[in-house]
């Protein structure tokens, strides 16, 4: 039996092994996904394991997308962002023991637009956080053309650092509130219950768009106040179902193929996520 694997800390929340083993057992492959909590030190264990053949693939998640790179033989990813959640060993007709690491968030994150029919082109964007999935988002979203993107995060040099990568980024002050079309939370507020993040959004005019990344809980409070005002909102849910599928797609690439099962993305499969 295959083993796949989604690594991060904490893991306890993952859907993945949910996802991908329903997507396994639909397409009748005797494969098993789970999560497991690691410590950074058990990265190099991990690999070598894929290098081996005990596991077919991971996932990663925060917040070892960065970490795991160097222990990686080949990058399929932008240049600009050092992020890689999918990792398996290159599948060539000659035979190939590379590791190979990729990012399937910037597509989860088209894809979650698409989904909702959400044109981000000539829109001005203003994005807060500047944490490992920000990079994805921002090189999803400079394919769109928009006509701004503006960043704001709470650690000054962090955004200065991503505007290196990104020199058209518009960077705004911690609290501060432009004129925005869509807004996208990519910090980690909101994960807990009381959280919020210090924005006035009695200043924000009306029809905005509100994307968070977040998915669990399905409404955090920066969605709760923008759907009071009336405002159209989005969790990370989408995003986090259209990245799996991708994933799933590199793991069952077969050696004469680019792609592998793109398996649908139906109300079944999002019922699946509902139950939790
Ligand atoms: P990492 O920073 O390791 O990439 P992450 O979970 O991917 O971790 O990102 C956390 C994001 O949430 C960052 O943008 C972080 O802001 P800082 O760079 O200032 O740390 C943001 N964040 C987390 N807690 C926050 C808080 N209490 N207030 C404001 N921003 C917060």
Same mark, same amino acid.
């Given at each position: ?12 929340? #993952?859907? @993945? ?17 789970? /999560?497991? !909590?690691?410590?950074?030190? +058990?990265?190099? !264990?991990?690999?070598? +394991? ?17 970490? =795991? ?12 962002? !050092? #992020? ?9 007709? *000659?035979?190939?023991? /590379?590791? =190979?690491?990729? $990012? ?14 959400? #044109? ?35 650690? *000054?040099? *962090? ?18 509130? *432009? ?5 996208? $939370?990519?910090? @980690? ?16 005019? #009306? ?5 968070? =990344? ?6 955090? $409070? ?20 259209? !990245?799996?599928?991708?994933?799933? @797609? ?25 139950? +939790?």
């Amino acid at each position: 039996m295959n083993k796949y694997l989604v690594i991060g800390n904490p893991i306890d929340h #993952s859907l @993945s092994p949910k996802l991908h083993n329903y997507w396994f057992r639909e397409n009748n492959i005797d494969a098993l996904y789970e /999560k497991k !909590q690691i410590r950074e030190a +058990d990265i190099k !264990q991990i690999i070598l +394991d894929i290098r081996n053949g005990k596991i077919e693939g991971i996932n990663v998640t925060v917040p070892f997308k960065k970490s =795991v790179i160097p222990f990686l033989d080949k990058l399929e990813i932008p240049e600009k962002i !050092q #992020s890689v959640n999918t990792i398996y060993r290159e599948k060539t007709i *000659k035979g190939s023991n /590379k590791i =190979v690491g990729r $990012n399937t968030d910037i597509l989860g994150f088209k894809y979650s637009l698409e989904h909702i029919k959400y #044109s981000a082109k000539g829109k001005k964007i203003f994005i807060l956080g500047a944490g490992g999935v920000t990079p994805s988002i921002i090189c999803a979203l400079e394919r769109m053309k928009p006509s701004t993107i503006m960043l704001s995060n709470r650690t *000054k040099e *962090k955004a200065k650092n991503l505007k290196k990568s990104f020199p058209q980024l518009e960077l705004v002050e911690w609290g501060d509130i *432009k004129n925005f079309d869509m807004i996208i $939370n990519t910090t @980690s507020l909101g994960l807990k219950e009381n959280e919020k993040i210090p924005i006035n959004y009695d200043k924000i005019g #009306s029809g905005k768009f509100f994307y968070d =990344v977040i998915y669990n809980p399905k409404k955090t $409070n920066f969605l709760l106040e923008a759907e009071k005002r009336g405002h159209q909102i989005e969790n990370g849910k989408m995003m986090f179902v259209y !990245q799996a599928q991708e994933a799933f @797609s590199l793991f069952t690439m077969a050696p004469h193929v680019r792609m592998g099962l793109m398996p649908p993305i139906n109300k079944k499969v999002l019922q699946l996520l509902e139950n +939790d």
